[in-house]
């Protein structure tokens, strides 16, 4: 039974960070990728960042340079470090798991897929930026 779960979200100041983190029980991170989403209310789910079994990374425009995706494999645990945080970033933020490749392109050009392809989402953490 596979099962994301998200932390590290909360009330922050614009210009601040945060870190998120998704562990994941019954899962093993090889051949496919895992990755950020987000969804502000009255609006779509959109990538955020994703990462490959490689280390292969990929990000929206509007977090370029600003967050960065990781992952431990020995603690199964994938984050999204956020820094320099906007208004504009928050958002209910939901890791999945078992993304197809493609999903790295993507979440590069902002293409919006319903359910990205992943196979398992987690419950989703709130970041409010102010």
């Known amino acids: 039974h596979v099962q994301l779960v998200e932390s590290g979200g909360g009330s922050v100041q614009a210009g601040g960070s945060l870190r998120l983190s998704c562990a994941a029980s019954g899962y093993t991170h090889n051949s496919y990728c895992m990755g950020w989403f987000r969804q502000a209310p009255g609006k779509e789910r959109e990538g955020v960042a994703v990462i490959d079994s490689e280390g292969s990374t990929a990000y929206a425009d509007a977090v370029q340079g600003r967050f960065t995706i990781s992952i431990d494999n020995a603690e199964n645990t994938l984050y999204l470090q956020m820094n320099s945080l906007k208004p504009e970033d928050t958002a209910m933020c939901y890791c999945?798991?078992?993304?197809?490749?493609?999903?790295?392109?993507?979440?590069?050009?902002?293409?919006?897929?319903?359910?990205?392809?992943?196979?398992?989402w987690g419950q989703g953490t709130q970041v409010t930026v102010s």
């Open positions: 999945a798991a078992d993304l197809p490749r493609r999903a790295l392109g993507w979440v590069r050009l902002g293409v919006k897929i319903p359910g990205y392809g992943a196979t398992y």
